[in-house]
């Protein structure tokens, strides 16, 4: 079974940057698309990125498009969110997961095998 492991997350003064990583161990996942998603307390888990199984496509929310960007390394792994100019409304615990192969990829029902999670903290 495939799974995957969220890394990278932290506290950041707004405008500092974080680099967030996602690995899988088990089967590969390197020709399926991605997808990052945060949940800040209270609030409904969201979409931030997506990429394409080769890395040539990328999608972003309005939110974070320009302040990140999703990339992957398939030939060591890992799929990164490189998250630049945070601000305190970026706080959430930011969540990686594999998309099923159809549906929107804005929504989380379209989404799979999610990781723990990591927590990025960004303080004004």
């Known amino acids: 079974q495939r799974q995957l492991v969220e890394s990278g997350g932290g506290l950041v003064q707004a405008g500092g940057s974080l680099r967030l990583s996602c690995a899988a161990s088990g089967r590969t996942f390197s020709s399926y698309s991605m997808g990052w998603f945060r949940q800040a307390p209270g609030k409904e888990r969201e979409f931030v990125a997506r990429?394409?199984?080769?890395?040539?496509?990328?999608t972003y929310a309005d939110s974070v498009k320009g302040r990140f960007t999703i990339s992957r390394d398939n030939a060591k792994n890992p799929v990164y969110l490189q998250t630049n100019s945070l601000q305190p409304e970026d706080t959430a615990v930011y969540y990686c997961a594999t998309y099923r192969l159809s549906g929107s990829y804005y929504s989380t029902s379209s989404y799979d095998s999610w990781g723990q999670g990591t927590q990025v903290t960004v303080s004004s």
């Open positions: 990429i394409s199984g080769s890395g040539g496509t990328t």
